[in-house]
């Protein structure tokens, strides 16, 4: 008779919801009932002494395979937030039945290593991923540490960069390495520049002060941060509802950017107060 593999996932049906998951029939049921002849503990498929693990299974040889037991136990696993997953093996025994515990480690991320062509510092991705997913992510979120370096990149002027992440599982102790192969590609310049709504004497100050000349790299996270210092000027002198916003247009398959800037003074405010004097505070 060919083995019963009991799939009982992720502990979610066991520990959060055990009324769904004492409702969903079970491949070992028609073991319930038959004498346990012997329980065994695997670690990924290798035999583990740790007596903590056996003391948490409630099966136990000599007694009637009981299925809630068997769910109990899973949960019991669980808990220890070591595994993400237990699979029950159940297969007949000349007199019961055979039960096979096989425990999945959680692998944790132990370290995240950046290779290829970085484009920026590993520095400055380590904190960007750090901050995005933390600094030992789950192997789950791979893809999102990876599209969290690719916004980086795109963010500094490497428009077509591409990230793509390898998970190298290894054992004693369990853990996972995190490589990030990066390909930033070419920095984006700029190309044409566009002034719109400012006065030919402010023209040649306003690209000095973003750095806006024909050729330089293009950085929008740095031109933004000047753009910001750049209302905080006009502010300062009385223009409140200053504001600079900006259209790019790529081509040369993002090599080069056109920048159209529009400047959006409003108009000078002049603050009167009237009527009774104000304390100096």
């Known amino acids: 008779m060919a083995s019963a593999i009991v799939a009982l996932l992720a502990g979610a049906i066991a520990l ?19 004498n346990v002849v012997s329980v065994r503990v695997e670690i990924e498929g290798q035999v583990t002494a740790d007596p903590a693990l056996a003391d948490l299974v409630e099966s136990r040889p000599g007694a009637p395979l009981v299925m809630s037991e068997v769910r109990e136990s899973i949960g019991h696993l669980f808990s220890l937030r070591r595994f993400e997953n237990v699979e ?39 904190r960007h991923v750090t901050e995005r997913v933390g600094a030992t992510p789950a192997p789950a979120r791979a ?10 990149l795109k963010d500094r002027g490497f428009l077509r960069a591409s990230v793509k992440t390898d998970l190298e599982t290894r054992h004693d102790p369990d853990r996972t390495i995190m490589i990030m192969g990066v390909e930033a590609g070419p920095r984006a310049v700029i190309g044409d520049v566009t002034l719109q709504d400012v006065e030919p004497p402010d023209r040649d100050e306003l690209v000095r002060r973003l750095d806006l000349r024909p ?67």
């Open 143 to 152: 893809d999102a540490a990876a599209r969290a370096v690719e916004q980086l």
């Open 215 to 281: 050729g330089s790299p293009f950085d929008p996270t740095e031109l933004d941060r000047r753009m910001e210092e750049r209302e905080r000027a006009l502010r300062r002198q009385s223009y409140y509802e200053a504001r600079l916003s900006r259209l790019i247009n790529e081509r040369d398959e993002g090599r080069t950017v056109d920048v159209t800037l529009t400047v959006t003074r409003g108009p000078l405010v002049r603050v009167v107060l009237e009527g009774d004097h104000l304390p100096g505070d």
């Open 16 to 34: 959060l919801t055990p009324a769904f998951a004492d409702a969903q029939p079970s491949p070992a049921e028609p073991y319930a009932g038959r």
């Open 88 to 126: 029950v093996h159940a297969e007949p025994a000349a007199a019961g039945v055979a039960l096979r515990y096989n425990l999945i480690p959680v692998h944790v991320v132990e370290r995240i290593d950046f290779r290829g062509d970085l484009g920026l510092s590993e520095g400055d991705m380590r």
